[in-house]
């Protein structure tokens, strides 16, 4: 199993010495990759219609791409992968510009993890559609793949029309591995259908298995090998009960999971510190550096 770590996006706040310091410790520790969530804009809980979401605009949330690019200068052993980009609210040719560009940085490194996102707010402000995401998301991984692998494209669908052209520089990987998010059935299907692996959200494998036998079910109807698409879950610290932790973790494996990535957030932790802490507790406890 390959392990990884979550990047504590709204909890390490501003300072560029933290996020430098929890990239060098993850790497020391034995962590394979670092693992971060995406949004650009949180919306103010006081704006006319109020607000609900988990995250505000008081919530800090790094920009993926050049986080990314930061800490694969900082340390060039580490992988990444963004659980999940809002795939949707973007345009698909600069998220493959960005993908590879970092890619090259990465060396080979990168999985992007895509989903459909929750907040309207942020579409309305990228000029994207809230409604038809989900549509528009299987045709931009679609055209990501045939950019990541050919020269030149030329790509007409419902949303998307490429003439004739490609990126430069390519990837290194021939295509960038694409992972889905999220657990409606759609999503199930594009898993099996279309993805390299699947970011489930559920805390424990036996809530997960009967989304990932329809996955693997789907990979079989479409002709395609179910045993080649990974599995990532993510294992809370929760109380720090390490316990709790084997159970999970025994689950998450018996399961079939090829990664697993730790996460220190929401553990009411209020200084980088204490989630590096948390972080070499878990390694000693899981041996990830063996």
Known sequence: ?????????NEIGDDLGAVRAFSEAADDLGYRHILAYDHVLGANPARPGGWTGPYSHKDGFWEVFALFAYMAALRPRLGFITSVLVLPQRQTALVAKQAATLDRLAEGRFRLGVGNGWNAVEFEALGERFTNRGKRMEEQVVLLKQLFTQELVTFEGKYHKISDAGLKPMPVQRPIPVWFGGHHENVLRRVGELGDGWLPGFRQAADAAESWA???AHAEAAGRDPAAIGLEPRL???TGDES???VALEGWRALGATHLS???LNAGFKHVDEHIAAMKTFAGFAEISK
């Open 1 to 9: 199993m390959n392990f990884g770590v979550v990047f504590p996006q």
């Open 214 to 216: 329809k996955i693997r």
């Open 236 to 238: 809370n610290y929760g």
């Open 244 to 246: 709790a932790w084997a």
């Open 262 to 264: 730790f996460n220190p």
